[in-house]
């Protein structure tokens, strides 16, 4: 399966360290209602860390005015990683649930896997937003380089969702 709009999600666990033990989340949980959703290729990695993820700190309060019940990041990392990432660049603080995807299985089930050796990394996940609504996939956009971030950054991704209620309200 490749990820499209439209797709209803596949069943997954995430897990979450954000209590200080791993803490499994079912995707019926993570995807109810509406959720913006930011899959990462890897915490404290250079664009992530350094672009994306900082992005979405300051935008969360402006994802929550358009309607949006939890801004989830997703990564092919462990939990422990996971939480030291969000405690460390105050996306806990800012409310944004950090979820490991730890064996990829979330990633490969919605086919945006990838391997890139010479970054030692296999099985990662490539870069994409997507708007979630009650598991329903309503808006999405993907990177073509995981190494980049204009797509799915923040404020691309309040526009689309802005867009999208525009033209629901006419």
């Keep these: 399966m490749k990820l499209k709009v439209g797709d209803r999600l596949p069943e997954a666990v995430f897990l979450d360290a954000s209590s200080g033990q791993p803490v499994e989340m079912p995707s019926a949980e993570v995807f109810a209602g509406r959720a913006a959703v930011f899959a990462m290729p890897g915490a404290f990695t250079k664009t992530c860390d350094g672009v994306h993820l ?3 700190v300051r935008a969360a309060d402006a994802f929550r005015a358009e309607g949006i ?4 990041v997703i990564s092919v990392n ?4 996971m939480d030291a990432w969000g405690e460390g660049s105050g ?3 800012a409310g944004i649930m950090l979820l490991a995807d730890a064996d990829g299985s979330f990633t490969r ?3 945006m896997d990838f391997d890139r050796p010479a970054a030692g990394f296999f099985g990662r996940s490539h870069r994409y937003g ?19 971030c204009s797509l799915t950054a923040a404020d691309a991704a309040l526009d689309a969702i802005r867009g999208r209620k525009a033209s629901a309200a006419t």
């Design 54 to 56: 900082p992005g979405l």
């Design 91 to 93: 996306a806990k603080e």
């Design 130 to 148: 997507m708007l979630v609504e009650d598991g329903v996939v309503t808006w999405l956009a993907a990177e073509e380089n995981p190494a980049e």
């Design 109 to 111: 089930a919605v086919g």
């Design 69 to 72: 019940d939890r801004i989830v």
């Design 78 to 81: 462990d939990p422990f990683v």
